[in-house]
Nanobody
Framework: QVQLVESGGGLAQAGGSLRLSCAAS????????MGWFRQAPGKEREFVAA????????AYADSVKGRFTISKDNAKRMVYLQMNSLKPEDTAVYYC????????????????????WGQGTQVTVSS
């Protein structure tokens, strides 16, 4: 069973930066996809970014393209989300998640594809 623990959330000013980390334990196989989602108050959880564990290919939501970067460190079993040029609308609880059976090896943006989730970390961006 995969366990995920997020860290690095906090308070930032608009235009600032934060880096989120996700520590993965348990069996992590090369075919897995690691993703970040977020949920703002009163809104549904939405896809932010994801990366394939083996190949390192990545996908981003349009709302964060050019501002956020997802990366991984296989040896440390860590996934990161570098968030730059933060906006107040980035305020949300951010979740790390794993898709252990990606369809045709593709990165999915739908949360239903992801079967393991962390507990989330709060990111608050002030204007």
């Amino acid at each position: 069973q995969v366990q995920l623990v997020e860290s690095g959330g906090g308070l930032a000013q608009a235009g600032g930066s934060l880096r989120l980390s996700c520590a993965a334990s348990g069996p992590i196989l090369g075919g897995y996809v690691m993703g970040w989602f977020r949920q703002a108050p009163g809104k549904e959880r939405e896809f932010v970014a994801a990366i394939s564990w083996a190949v390192g290919s990545a996908a981003y939501a349009d709302s964060v393209k050019g501002r956020f970067t997802i990366s991984k460190d296989n040896a440390k079993r860590m996934v990161y989300l570098q968030m730059n040029s933060l906006k107040p609308e980035d305020t949300a609880v951010y979740y790390c998640a794993t898709d252990t059976n990606p369809y045709l090896g593709r990165i999915a943006s739908t949360q239903g594809r992801y079967d393991y989730w962390g507990q989330g970390t709060q990111v608050t961006v002030s204007s």
